[in-house]
């Protein structure tokens, strides 16, 4: 079952970032803004490293640029995942999303995005806590990170 950890030592000094997660933090608009800035300070202060994949970023960029503007999608690419430890699957990595996804997409409306993120964060990243705002991270039994 998922849980939902608090910044501490248990964090092993990392964690994931997914999508939801970049867009309420750089969408004053969003819903869960407030606490994706301070989630962010938190990060900065407990100097953690922040990881994600290649797919996160793609989504992240397309989302901001149709959902907000171009200069969003700019200012992420330019200012944003220079900071990030960003992850190329490995094709055995693929696969195991695909698989994840072919598995449990329907019941959980999980994205293929967030099937890659699942196989990441839970063989390579040693199911470090997730930044996310994500119902289906939660689902699949991952650790999200939560200031409240």
């Known amino acids: 079952m998922a849980s939902a950890a608090r910044f501490s030592a ?25 606490e994706a800035v301070e989630i962010s300070e938190e990060v900065v202060r407990e100097r953690l490293t922040v990881y994600t994949t290649w797919e996160v970023v793609v989504e992240t960029a397309t989302l901001l640029r149709y959902r907000a503007n171009f200069e969003s999608a700019r200012m992420f690419l330019l200012d944003v995942v220079p900071h990030l430890v960003v ?3 490995l094709e055995a990595e693929r696969e195991a999303a695909i698989q994840t996804f072919v598995r449990r997409g329907r019941d959980l409306r999980l994205s293929l995005c967030d099937a890659i993120s699942y196989i990441i964060v839970s063989a390579r990243l040693n199911r470090a806590p997730c930044l996310t705002f994500d119902a289906d991270f939660v689902a699949l039994g991952l650790t999200i990170l939560r200031r409240r």
């Open 87 to 89: 992850i190329q699957p």
């Open 10 to 34: 248990e964090s092993k000094r990392r964690v994931f970032a997914d999508t939801s997660y970049f867009l309420a933090l750089l969408r004053p608009r969003d819903t869960h803004h407030s």
